[in-house]
């Protein structure tokens, strides 16, 4: 199983982004992709994530501005980031819990990061 992550860049506060996550390989089941940051110095911290044919869930501090949501293309999740803040600032890591051997449990798979960068 690979993870494809895309869309970082450097964005002025205020302003808006959008990062894509592409799940490709042997893959059995998808149980949910989403977001991960690190920001340097910190610890790795859940951004969003979705349930495929569930709910979506986002850290407090993303509520409101930040949106996760199934793309068209196959096993692809995308972020829609908006409002963005300079606290915003991190590293982005796609995650996936999926079934990827066949043997009906989730394992945790992660794509590179892709650096996201709020600054004036």
């Known amino acids: 199983v690979q993870l494809q992550a895309s869309g970082g860049g450097l964005v002025q506060p205020g302003g808006s982004l959008r990062l894509s996550c592409a799940a490709s390989?042997?893959?059995?089941?998808?149980?949910?992709l989403g977001w991960f940051r690190q920001a340097p110095g910190k610890q790795r911290e859940p951004v969003a994530s979705i349930v495929f044919g569930g709910t979506s869930d986002y850290a407090d501090s993303v509520k409101g501005r930040f949106t996760i949501g199934r793309a068209d293309a196959k096993n692809t999740v995308y972020l829609q980031m908006n409002s963005l803040e300079p606290d915003d600032t991190a590293v982005y890591y796609c995650?996936?819990?999926?079934?990827?051997?066949?043997?009906?449990?989730?394992?945790?798979?992660w794509g590179q990061g892709t650096q996201v960068t709020v600054s004036s």
């Open positions: 995650n996936g819990k999926i079934d990827g051997l066949g043997y009906k449990t989730l394992d945790d798979y």
């Open positions: 390989g042997t893959i059995f089941t998808i149980y949910s």
